[in-house]
């Protein structure tokens, strides 16, 4: 394990499982939706940069249906500041209009984010907007977000790294998730 760990909350097999089973689910219902319409219309993943690029990679292959993928980035705010306006960094490169278009998110924390895509997708008039993130991180949030994929819920405020999150860019490539030593957070 990593010196600067605490406690791993989720190896990566429990990720790896539970990845599968959202994979599973998500094209199930999309099969559900869109049926015969799935090869012409395929969903649009849109990955949350650049938290959400590992769970994105491996959620969509464990999809068997056809899927398109977009990248979006906003800006972040670091620990313990205040949430503030979240300008937006780095936009789709293609319209979404009409398109079935699926968020990927890799942590819902206050939910000021996720609040804030979700407006300006749905402003965009996608044919239907899903969300779906890593770890619902539920102590803080002050935004009522609808989630419709949860990897797993996170009922304690720990600052979580691996799997794509980081801190200060750092840890993303650890393969499981877990709680980072506070001798490790610097500000
Ligand atoms: P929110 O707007 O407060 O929901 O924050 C969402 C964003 O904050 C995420 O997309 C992450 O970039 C970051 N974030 C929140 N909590 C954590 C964490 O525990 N580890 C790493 N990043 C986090």
Redesign the pocket.
């Known amino acids: 394990m990593h010196n600067d760990i605490e406690r791993v909350l989720f190896t990566e097999s429990q990720i790896a499982q539970r990845v599968r089973e959202l994979g599973q689910q998500i094209s199930h219902e999309y099969t559900k939706l869109l049926g015969e319409k799935l090869s012409q219309e395929p969903p649009i993943a849109v990955g949350?940069l650049?938290?959400?690029v590992v769970f994105l990679a491996d959620l969509t292959r464990a999809m068997t249906i056809p899927v398109e993928y977009d990248f979006i980035a906003?800006s972040?705010?670091g620990?313990g500041s205040t949430?503030g306006q979240?300008q937006l960094l780095k936009d789709l490169e293609k319209p979404i209009a009409g398109r079935h278009v699926l968020l990927v998110?890799?942590?819902?924390?206050?939910?000021?984010?996720?609040?804030?895509l979700i407006e300006l997708l749905r402003a965009r008039h996608p044919a239907s907007l899903k969300i779906c993130a890593l770890?619902d991180?539920t102590p803080?949030?002050?935004?009522n977000?609808t989630i419709d994929y949860v990897g797993f819920t996170?009922a304690e405020d720990?600052?979580?790294?691996g799997y794509g999150?980081?801190?200060a860019e750092r840890y993303r490539n650890l393969p499981y998730i877990a709680?980072?030593k506070k001798s490790a957070i610097t500000t």
């Not at 803080?140 to 935004?143: A, D, E, I, L, V």
């Open positions: 949350l650049r938290g959400a906003v972040s705010y620990m949430p979240i998110e890799d942590i819902v924390d206050t939910g000021q984010t996720l609040a804030h770890l991180k803080r949030r002050t935004r977000v996170l720990a600052f979580v790294v999150l980081d801190y709680a980072l």
